[in-house]
């Protein structure tokens, strides 16, 4: 596919050799010049671990810095995953938005910037503007295959779940089924209306890459739970894409789901202490209570009561119960088939 943009220099760049045959550790430079360092630039470690011959495989997460499993997983593949070992080309950014995963955030703490609400980036934008571009023009085309490990982040929790964004291509589409069937997370979700046309992953679809992403956990930690499941699911994607060759136990079946519209999530609209009637995995029913929200500072007023507006599985929950207007409490998803 081309690429949106026209051919503009950028001045961002990675510090080891890409394309060369073996293993390297190094990192992608963001120029960036503050008070403390006139000529400084942000170092976002990167590894490049290429073997015989085989896909080209981009690994990232912490594209939301706060989000841990994904950066975890990566931080190990890449010390484990040697040359000798792998059939194609492995390139691993375990901390995608370095700035915000320093500071523990989901954004960052330089510009405000959402990576995954960025893409394609710009050459000359923000910090977080110029990682997304170099991505999309640097990464993505030397790339087929790309996971994006998510997880809900400090403000929700999932029930742990591939995330798909499915491409119009048929053919497309059938590749990522069948590797999301090889990744075999609890829970496939496949989204219909995504949240936003920004993303890596819509970027990487654009590219015609099999790529999908990833919610697993969340609660702004990790648990043993979820950490092996981001662990196995990786490692299971490598070897269904022939880059690995070892034997691996076979995931259990994937509970496949789908994620449609505005319908299948609550929010509230209004400020203060959100007490749930639901939990994570409950099957609820269109009109059932969702809860309600306290007015701390007004405690003779009557709390607002909260329904779910259709049926479903709660596969998302928001963590804090502290709640203002548009902030999102849960949201359902519903069994394919
Ligand atoms: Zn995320």
Not at 117 to 146: C, H, K, N, W
Not at 247 to 272: D, I, K, Q, W
Request: aromatic share 6%; glycine share 10%.
């Amino acid at each position: 596919m081309p690429s949106p943009h026209t051919a503009r220099p950028s001045a961002v760049r990675a510090d080891i050799d890409l394309d060369a045959a073996g293993k390297r550790f190094g990192h992608i430079r963001v120029p960036h010049s503050t008070h403390e360092s006139a000529y400084g630039w942000i170092a976002i470690p990167i590894a490049v671990i290429r073997g015989g011959p085989g896909p080209d495989v981009l690994l990232t997460a912490g594209n939301h810095g706060d989000e841990y499993e994904g950066q975890i997983t990566l931080l190990k593949l890449m010390r484990e995953l040697e040359p000798p070992a792998v059939g194609g080309r492995v390139i691993i950014i375990p901390r995608l938005n370095l700035p915000a995963a320093a500071a523990g955030r989901r954004t960052s703490p330089i510009d405000g910037g959402n990576l995954n609400r960025m893409f394609p980036g710009a050459a000359d934008g923000t910090v977080t503007e110029q990682i997304a571009y170099f991505i999309d023009t640097a990464l993505l085309p030397i790339t087929q295959i790309s996971l994006d490990i998510h997880s809900g982040g400090s403000s929700l929790e999932y029930l742990p779940c591939a995330f798909a964004r499915v491409p119009e291509d048929r053919d497309a589409r059938a590749r990522q089924r069948d590797a999301l069937l090889a990744f075999g997370a609890p829970i496939t979700m496949l989204v219909d209306q995504p949240q936003s046309n920004r993303t890596l992953s819509a970027a990487a679809l654009a590219h015609g890459h099999l790529h999908f992403s990833t919610e697993i956990g969340g609660s702004g930690t990790t648990r043993p739970q979820t950490q092996a499941i981001a662990d196995g699911c990786v490692r299971r994607l490598l070897a269904h894409v022939g880059v690995v060759a070892e034997a691996l136990p076979t995931a259990g079946t994937t509970r496949m789901m789908r994620v449609t519209g505005p319908s299948h999530y609550v929010y509230t609209p209004v400020r203060g202490l959100f007490e749930p009637d639901f939990t994570l995995g409950d099957v609820v029913h269109s009109g059932q209570s969702a809860g309600r929200i306290h007015f701390p500072e007004e405690p003779e007023r009557a709390p607002r009561a909260l329904v779910f507006e259709d049926a479903g599985v709660v596969v998302c929950r928001r963590v804090p119960s502290l709640v203002a207007p548009g902030d999102c409490l849960a949201h359902l998803a519903v069994d394919i088939g």
